[in-house]
């Protein structure tokens, strides 16, 4: 085990400049390490270091002056090292710090003794035994301090953290509803149980469960175990998270991260094995996890299928695909089918439509082992996606799944779309059954009604809810609380504002799409929701697009819209094409008053409030990275 080490530090100018004799600095040392022993007197680790005086661990440091000094114990106090700093009298002067007798310390405050103290190669090698990092790169990322050898290709994309510091914000929302959930069952069998002896044994587990760390973690795609370490380091009553990588040099980078940030691995578990048979060696054991993490470099489809039976009853399945080119449809579709098994559409809406193809093959999957999702928050982020969606088993849901899946229209000139259900549930009054028959349709016309185009197919794709309104709320709230526990907590709170806001309409139109259809001046976002809001519809931007204009009007009121503002903002027809669709959309008059009147409503919230709610370009050749080292497998090989 590692030894506990207490770490003395004192001023070198107390020496040099201030001219002190050697006694008195030392006594500076002494003052400080009594007094921190004797302030800590109760502690656990106090109490073992003195019970073997012959084996007491010091390390002796040096700093500059009294500013470094000041600094290292601001790192301290930031987090939570016991630690006395000693003031010498009269002369009313700091001189030394003192720590407790340490044996799990953070690497941010090792790397604070490096820059705030005179900590040569020599010293760190007996503060950090076997790890040498003077040959390793180091990346601090939340409460995580990653190493990374430097003669090897780093792959570390500091873009991701986004997606680390919204993961473990929705899986802390996560566990607390699902902590809850579980104690409440227990209560309402307690109150149920008739005699003294069942009363007790309920009791002691409901008692255990409230008082113990409860809930197990699969990061099925580990590579250096940063985002494990710091599920470990940041999620509260995290039982144990298994770090998994198929690769061998994986498996030494996760030991030794999770070594040096202090974990044991009863902890952070390093388990080396493919990601599929890790999750299918759970099936139909008391052993699945409660938190299933799949975070590929491309496509997460070939691991979806064991993924969805190793979450635990009411889990947590997060999932990434980097495969964005793929799923919005900008090439190769027949590839998208065949990963995902729907058809994208590049046209209007198509990170959204990315989104639900997604979730339409997690319940396409899950479906066949009688379990059905619910999605609680599902993000278009940069150059990837990633939904958070909790699984059930329910035979019941799954027979409902039909109805939440859709084919989609979009027309080729105008962009018009239109969503057809492939399941129909109809509710007898009698007796309240379920009746299941197909969906009617189509829901277009062969060509569209507004300018006479052909239509593209996309799907089948998720035509359901992709958010949990209560569950958004929650992790804002979260975050607002959290704001110093987040690198990118403006972000987080703005991309959650946004999907707060949003409605729940499948897809969305863009300014530039309707405004461009039409060839007329760009239509302000609050004259565009002020008319949508007064002819009496639902509106709301999307946070997958900037100017998006998610709304439940159909598609000839947006045009009759687009007609008033041209007729207030006349366009010059002549240099328009005689086949074009604005041709055919201007000759028609509109059918409704339309009203550009400023609507209370018609401003968001989130942008009220100027939050960052869509991303810039972070870097300069900004994007997902390649893929890390040449041994790495691609999913095909995996699979």
């Given at each position: 085990m590692e030894p506990?080490?207490?770490?003395?530090?004192?001023r070198k100018d107390l020496a040099k400049k201030l001219q002190w004799p050697t006694g008195s600095v030392m006594t500076q040392a002494c003052h400080a390490a009594t007094a921190i022993l004797h302030m800590t007197r109760e502690e656990e680790n106090t109490k073992e270091y003195l019970a073997d005086l012959d084996n007491m661990h010091k390390v002796v440091l040096e700093t500059k002056n009294e500013?470094?000094?000041?600094?290292?114990e601001l790192v301290l106090q930031t987090h939570n090292v016991p630690f006395k700093k000693w003031i010498e009298q009269p002369e009313n002067i700091p001189t030394s710090i003192a720590t407790a007798p340490l044996r799990s310390r953070s690497p941010e405050v090792l790397e604070a003794f490096k820059k705030c103290c005179s900590l040569n190669k020599r010293t760190m090698s007996s503060v950090t035994p076997d790890i040498d990092i003077t040959q390793y790169n180091t990346v601090t990322e939340g409460k995580a301090t990653i190493l990374f050898p430097k003669h090897n290709e780093v792959f570390y994309n500091p873009v991701q953290q986004f997606n680390?510091?919204?993961?473990?914000?929705?899986?802390?929302?996560?566990?607390?509803?699902f902590n809850q959930e579980k104690a409440e069952r227990m209560e309402k069998k307690l109150a149920r149980a008739k005699d003294e002896e069942s009363k007790n044994a309920i009791q002691n587990a409901l008692d255990k469960h409230n008082n113990s760390n409860n809930f197990t973690v699969l990061e099925a795609l580990a590579?250096?175990?940063?985002?494990?370490?710091?599920?470990?380091?940041?999620?509260?009553?995290?039982?144990?998270?298994?770090?998994?990588?198929?690769?061998?040099?994986?498996l030494e980078s996760i030991r030794r991260n999770v070594k040096y940030n202090g974990l044991s691995e009863d902890l952070v578990k390093p388990n080396h094995g493919d990601a599929m048979r890790?999750?299918?060696?759970?099936?139909?054991?008391?052993?699945?996890?409660?938190?299933?993490?799949?975070?590929?470099?491309g496509s997460a489809a070939p691991f979806v299928d064991g993924a969805v039976q190793a979450v635990s009853e009411g889990g947590l399945l997060c999932v990434t695909c980097t495969d964005l080119a793929i799923l919005a449809g900008?090439?190769?579709p027949e590839t998208c089918f065949g990963k995902y098994g729907g058809m994208p559409l590049k046209g209007m809406f198509p990170h959204e439509m990315a989104l639900r193809l997604v979730l339409q093959m997690l319940q396409t999957s899950a479906g066949r082992y009688k379990r059905h999702i619910v999605p609680l928050v599902s993000c278009s982020i940069d150059f990837y996606l990633r939904v958070f969606v909790r699984v059930y088993t329910s035979p019941q849901q799954v027979k409902k799944s039909a109805s939440k899946m859709g084919v989609v229209y979009e027309c080729s000139g105008c962009h018009a779309y239109s969503v057809q259900h492939l399941g129909k549930i109809t509710i007898k009054e009698s007796n309240g059954a379920e009746r299941h028959t197909p969906g009617t349709g189509p829901t277009v016309n062969r060509l569209c009604d507004?300018?006479?185009?052909?239509?593209?197919?996309?799907?089948p794709a998720w035509a359901d809810k992709i958010h949990d309104d209560d569950f958004v709320a929650k992790m804002l709230q979260h975050v607002k609380d959290n704001e110093s526990s987040y690198g990118t907590?403006?972000?987080?709170?703005?991309?959650?504002?946004?999907?707060?806001?949003?409605i729940h309409t499948p897809f969305y139109w863009t300014l530039a799409r309707l405004c461009g259809t039409v060839h007329c001046n760009s239509i302000p976002v609050v004259d565009l929701f002020s008319a949508i809001l007064n002819a009496g519809y639902k509106v709301s931007s999307s946070h997958c697009g900037k100017q998006s204009v998610k709304t439940d009007a159909p598609s000839h009121v947006m045009w009759d819209i687009m007609r008033a503002w041209v007729k207030k903002n006349p366009v010059v027809m002549n240099n328009i094409a005689e086949n074009s669709p604005a041709r055919a959309i201007l000759a028609k008059e509109p059918t409704i008053e339309v009203d550009f009147t400023r609507h209370p409503n018609a401003t968001a919230e989130s942008k009220s409030e100027h939050l960052v709610r869509y991303q810039v370009n972070p870097t300069a050749n900004w994007g997902p990275k390649a893929r890390a080292g040449q041994k790495r497998k691609t999913d095909e090989q995996v699979f």
């Open positions: 506990l080490t207490m770490f003395i530090v004192v500013g470094s000094l000041e600094k290292l680390r510091d919204m993961s473990i914000a929705a899986i802390r929302t996560w566990s607390e509803i590579a250096s175990g940063l985002r494990s370490v710091r599920y470990a380091k940041e999620i509260p009553k995290l039982k144990q998270v298994t770090c998994n990588d198929i690769e061998l040099d994986a890790v999750m299918y060696d759970t099936v139909g054991t008391d052993n699945r996890f409660d938190v299933v993490d799949l975070d590929p470099y900008s090439m190769h507004n300018c006479n185009n052909i239509h593209h197919i996309g799907g907590a403006q972000r987080m709170k703005g991309m959650l504002s946004v999907i707060k806001e949003e």
